[in-house]
């Protein structure tokens, strides 16, 4: 069952994306020739789940050029990994526990170098969100009252660390539950909700003046 949502920009459009891992072709055949060192037939599943694993890197990174690497090195992973793939569940399921783990590198060795490069007694400046594109019909008061929400719900997301970040995006975006997302983490189901639950207090803080 979900969670109760955040209800705020980013998570309006909450989908568990595995649920729809049933539509993918059936790579069977390309995944036993890929296990045995097919590069080609490896190839062929990297053509059909690329998109998604795109997708996922670039909502956790939010950075076209970033996610594109990601995903490359997501994929380069799994490759190296694809043995140990025992098809306990859906390939789709294996492959975001393989690019969350590397978004998540990503994020704490980018937190780690924003510490070190800001002088001491200095802030550092807060990531801005990209706003909708307003419509023609749109008024522009509150378009511009929805890019500032936007923009608001992105730096209180910047603000979090990257374990509480992708927790709460795994839980309120993608509708996994804690026990998967503790074992896609490798950590404890009692870490991950109460993860979960600081993002949550945090968000909700920041963004109080928008309620």
Known sequence: MMAEKVNKPGFETSKKEADQADTMPDIGPFLERAKNGDEEAFGEIVRV???????????????AEDAADMAQKAWIRAWKKLATFQQRSSFYTWMYRVVASVCLDHLRKKKRLAEQTIPDGEEPLPAVG???????????DRE???????????????????????A???????????????KIMK???????????????????RMQEFR
Do not use: W
């Open 144 to 166: 511009l009252e929805h890019a500032e929400v936007r923009t608001r719900f992105q730096e209180a997301l910047d603000e979090l660390s990257p374990e509480h970040r992708l």
């Open 187 to 205: 950590c404890r189901k009692g870490t991950v909700m109460s993860r979960i639950f600081y993002a949550r207090k945090k968000l909700q803080e």
């Open 130 to 140: 990209a706003g909708a594109a307003p419509s023609v019909s749109s008024r522009p």
């Open 49 to 63: 789940f690329h998109d998604r694993v795109y997708a996922v890197a670039f909502r956790y990174v939010q950075n």
């Open 168 to 182: 709460i995006m795994m839980r309120e975006v993608d509708g996994y539950s804690y026990e998967e997302i503790a």
